[in-house]
């Protein structure tokens, strides 16, 4: 019974005492192709958002206009 608390007490310590590794950066993970590709796709996203906006404003323009 005692090797068994022993045990207990020797894992909780090796535990606490070793750090938490650091967290790998997202460009040097499995998934950096599929990320590149994601942050790629918004820059298309904003430049058809913003010729949609454009869009939409110049037929409220030409309505306005009527």
Known sequence: MRW????IVVLLLVWYLFPEPEP???EESFI????HTLRKAEGFEQQYLDAERARRERLEQEQGDD
Do not use: R, W
Not at 4 to 7: E, F, G, I, P, S
């Open 4 to 7: 068994l608390l022993a045990l």
């Open 24 to 26: 790998v950066p997202v």
């Open 32 to 35: 950096a192709d599929e990320v």
